[in-house]
């Protein structure tokens, strides 16, 4: 299990140079016009994760084969989008299918690249972004309760429950508020989710900087910092030229870039991490000699639906799964000395997959 993460933005804000430097590749065009990007391209990366070549290294492993996570690149969304201006229609219904979604905000003062709205401020361009989507939101919603009368009246319950969910949706966004500061109950979230509401999707502020604040940020990064922890929200500092540069090289000499620039690390590793920290997501290995390899769950998943993201047989099958924590595997340099150590452990089905379990999963055919 991966997941897909839109890019949006106004036009000339670096949605494309940083899809680039982040999928590596050259798909997505980077000019300095509105729309350079027509057709949402889409990219996939390895999700970088040091752990899974130390397994392999104790392993022995021949193949190493890291879990992935899928980049959207939206064209640039305007002042007007909800109403169709500049492809809007076409942008909103492509972020409909994205798990979260990435607000790239210019955060660096360039005379010669312009801006739409003529000015540099972060936080007007998120506020702007965010109104087309809530307008958006709002006449969805008003279509689909009209829709839905019919069922209600009839005694339909999901119908009525649709409703209780669509009307809760409206009050928040009638208050300025997006779909994603709705309170919603653990039995209602499946509803909530297949209502696609576009405010609804978990949010992270990414702030492009220039190559002189990629280490500390600026003055407009930290009102968007300030603005994210107002809403619960996530944001992290990136300088897409740099991390354009840095796709480019070969890994020795992108690590003594990143150092020479004062960075510890690449911009994507941040991006990958504050990601699955704001869709609740974590990984755990299975290593042999043949491979060692990366699987992405939510947090809180049992051992069989575990089971099941490497094979459906495997969770209806489930018998039990053999765990060794990431750091007791690594201790006892590999499966022999974590049992020798006790700390093999055998799990049934209530088990809870923890971040960093090593497992091999046992399972009727």
């Not at 104790?58 to 193949?63: D, E, L």
């Not at 959207?72 to 979604?101: C, M, P």
């Not at 740099?242 to 020479?260: K, M, R, V, Y």
Request: glycine share 10%; hydrophobic share 45%; net charge negative.
């Amino acid at each position: 299990m991966g997941f897909k993460m839109g890019i949006v933005g106004l036009p000339n804000v670096g949605k494309s140079t940083l899809f680039n430097a982040l999928t590596r590749t050259a798909a997505a065009q980077a000019a300095n016009f509105p729309f350079c990007t027509i057709e949402p391209n889409v990219g996939e990366v390895a999700v970088p994760d040091p752990r899974l070549e130390k397994l392999a290294e104790i392993a022995g492993s021949k193949q190493i084969i890291p879990t992935r996570m899928t980049f959207v690149d939206i064209a640039g969304l305007v002042k007007g989008a909800s109403k169709g201006e500049g492809l809007g229609n076409q942008f909103l219904a492509t972020i409909r299918e994205v798990d979260a979604v990435a607000h790239v905000l210019r955060c660096y003062e360039d005379a010669d690249v312009t801006h739409v709205e003529g000015r540099i401020d972060p936080v007007a361009d998120a506020e702007t972004i965010e109104t087309e989507l809530m307008i958006a939101d709002m006449e969805s919603i008003e279509r689909r309760l009209a829709g839905l009368q019919r069922k209600i009246k009839g005694g339909d319950k999901e119908a009525a429950d649709q409703e209780r969910l669509l009307k809760a949706a409206m009050v928040a966004l009638e208050a300025g508020r997006p779909a994603r500061t709705v309170k919603v109950a653990d039995e209602d979230r499946r509803a909530w989710s297949l209502l696609q509401l576009l405010t609804a999707k978990p949010v992270l502020y990414v702030c492009n900087v220039d190559e002189s604040a990629a280490a500390s940020g600026n003055a407009f990064s930290d009102r968007v910092a300030e603005m994210a922890a107002r809403e619960g929200a996530a944001s992290v500092v990136i300088s897409a030229r740099i991390e354009e540069e840095i796709a480019q090289l070969p890994s020795a000499e992108a690590t003594e870039f990143l150092e020479a620039m004062g960075l510890h690390e690449a911009g994507l590793d941040r991006l990958i991490r504050a990601g699955h920290d704001l869709l609740g997501l974590q990984t755990y290995f299975t290593v042999g000699p043949k491979e060692a390899r990366a699987w992405t769950i939510s947090k809180g998943t049992p051992a069989p639906q575990a089971a099941g993201v490497i094979h459906g047989d495997f969770e209806r099958g489930f018998i039990r799964a053999e765990t060794i924590a990431y750091d007791d595997y690594i201790a006892g340099n590999g499966e022999a000395g974590a049992k020798e150590a006790g700390r093999f452990r055998i799990e049934g089905k209530t088990y809870v997959v923890q971040d960093g379990d090593v497992l091999h999963f046992l399972f009727n055919a």
